[in-house]
């Protein structure tokens, strides 16, 4: 059973930094393509960033340069490092792991999700 559990979230001033965190069970980080996404009160979903096998990453045109995510083989863990934060990156982030079909993630599992706030 594929468990994904994310932490980390916070209220963070804008210009800080945040990591979350996404420990999974029942399937390996090094061999699947994790990702994470983060949707808004009253928006869609959006993808943030995305982490294939072979290392390569993929980052959404709002977070490039600021967010960097990476995997830790020994914990089995995710992570989501996000510094220069902006108010318009307030959203639950939930982590996710699925396959990539000619260039696109398609997730099929999802973490609970963990609140990212960013106000003065």
């Known amino acids: 059973q594929v468990q994904l559990v994310e932490s980390g979230g916070d209220l963070v001033q804008p210009g800080g930094s945040l990591r979350l965190s996404c420990a999974a069970s029942?399937?390996?980080?090094?061999?699947?393509?994790m990702g994470w996404y983060r949707q808004a009160p009253g928006k869609e979903r959006e993808l943030v960033a995305y982490?294939?096998?072979?290392?390569?990453?993929t980052y959404a045109d709002s977070v490039k340069g600021r967010f960097t995510i990476s995997r830790d083989y020994a914990k089995n863990t995710v992570y989501l490092q996000m510094n220069s934060l902006k108010p318009e990156d307030t959203a639950v982030y939930s982590c996710s792991t699925g396959p990539v079909y000619s260039g696109t993630y398609y997730p099929n599992y999802w973490g609970q999700g963990t609140q990212v706030t960013v106000s003065s």
């Open positions: 982490i294939r096998t072979s290392g390569t990453t």
């Open positions: 029942g399937i390996i980080v090094s061999i699947n393509t």
